[in-house]
């Protein structure tokens, strides 16, 4: 299995803040990254697949770049409604694989 | 808009065999492949599997066989079963389409069933 490994675990930020949070792949998954977005008591959302493609109706403060390996997850100005916690998911090779996830806490 | 629509039994016994379905709504579901994802209280995500009508499914090995997916196009609907249950199988389970590039792009609110005696 493919293992993805993210951090940091948690941070912490403030509204406006620019934030990345990074996942390594235990071995390559050429483009298939995906970024999810969770909120307590809700279902995952898609932010981002194919390492930097925005899903329909994510706002663009959200990017994703790396290659391989290693990926980034960027939101360039925190908006209260980011607080959440973020897993990236490789849908390379079965099984599918996720991140343990990040949680994004206000400071 | 595609809609998604987990049901199926809250609580079940040790032992005994889940039973899970996904209505799809508001798209065919001849037209792309279904995953479902649970989510154990606390944890992260894990893949189950997925499945496309016209094929047969692919399974994390880490269920050791005891899962089954199944499609039934007449209902439109999605099915998990999860057999051998146990208190390790408590999680939220979610029903997903999968996009050109494997990934969840529409989810299903996801239902929570709680293995215990």
């Known amino acids: 299995d493919i293992q993805m490994t993210q951090s940091p675990s948690s941070l912490s930020a403030s509204v406006g803040d620019r934030v990345t949070i990074t996942c390594r792949a235990s071995q390559t998954v050429h483009n298939y990254l995906s970024w999810f977005q969770q909120k307590p008591g809700r279902a995952p959302e898609l932010l981002i697949y194919n390492i930097y493609t925005l899903q329909s109706g994510v706002p663009s403060r959200f990017s994703g770049s790396g290659t391989g390996t290693d990926f980034i997850l960027t939101i360039s100005s925190l908006q209260p409604e980011d607080f959440a916690t973020y897993y990236c998911?490789?849908?390379?090779?079965?099984?599918?694989?996720f991140g343990q996830g990040t949680n994004l806490e206000t400071k | 808009q595609v809609d998604l629509q987990e049901s199926g039994p809250g609580l079940v016994k040790p032992s005994e065999t889940l039973s899970l379905s996904c209505t799809v709504s508001g798209g065919s579901i001849t037209s792309s492949y279904w995953s479902w994802i649970r989510q154990a209280p606390g944890k992260g995500l894990e893949w189950i599997g997925y499945i496309y009508y016209t094929r047969s499914a692919t399974y994390n090995p880490s269920l050791r066989g005891r899962v089954t997916l199944s499609i039934d196009t007449s209902k439109n609907q999605v099915s998990l079963i999860l057999t051998s249950v146990t208190a390790a199988d408590t999680a939220v389970y979610y029903c997903t389409r999968l996009n050109d590039f494997w990934t969840g792009d529409h989810w299903g609110q996801g239902t929570l069933v709680t293995v215990s005696s």
């Open positions: 998911q490789q849908s390379y090779s079965t099984p599918y694989t």
